[in-house]
């Protein structure tokens, strides 16, 4: 199951809200069920997040491609250690407050995180000094209740 604890910077709820999940289960078709959990722009590995967080108080459009590069880089290794890529998914979401615009086509679609949409979801994430954080999944179907 994956699961983001994004904050919305509009209208946010009053107190801690659950407002939707995912799991993947074995498929009827050929191709795989998965989801990747979300992630910011910290490199893997570190002692703590603060030392490696990406152009760390940048947010200036090329301090952002930075950080959507980075992220890039840690989804596609994430699938790629499942022996998937952006070719698989069904749905890729980005959680940021930054205008996603210079960087989406030459970078984020270009990759291909776009290949079936992108969902911008205008919202901070889970970790202070983070400022841009993905996920995405590959499923046979989905159910909206």
Avoid at 63 to 85: I, P, T
Avoid at 108 to 133: K, V
Wanted: charged share 20%.
């Amino acid at each position: 199951m994956a699961r983001s604890n994004v904050s919305p910077a509009i209208d946010p709820p009053a107190s801690p809200a659950f407002h939707a999940f995912s799991y993947a289960r074995p498929g009827r078709a050929l191709a795989p069920n998965f989801i990747i959990a979300g992630g910011g722009e910290v490199k893997e590995g570190g002692a703590n997040y603060r030392d490696n967080i990406v152009a760390y108080g940048d947010t200036s459009p090329a301090g952002m491609r930075l950080k959507v590069q980075c992220v890039l880089d840690e989804m596609e290794r994430r699938m790629a250690a499942l022996g998937l890529g952006w070719a698989q998914t069904t749905a890729a979401q980005a959680y940021t407050v930054f205008d996603i615009h210079p960087y989406l086509a030459g970078d984020l679609l270009a990759r291909g995180a776009g290949t079936h949409g992108l969902t911008w979801h205008y919202c901070r994430p889970p970790i202070a000094g983070l400022e841009f954080y993905m996920d995405c999944r590959g499923v046979e179907s989905e159910r909206m209740l």
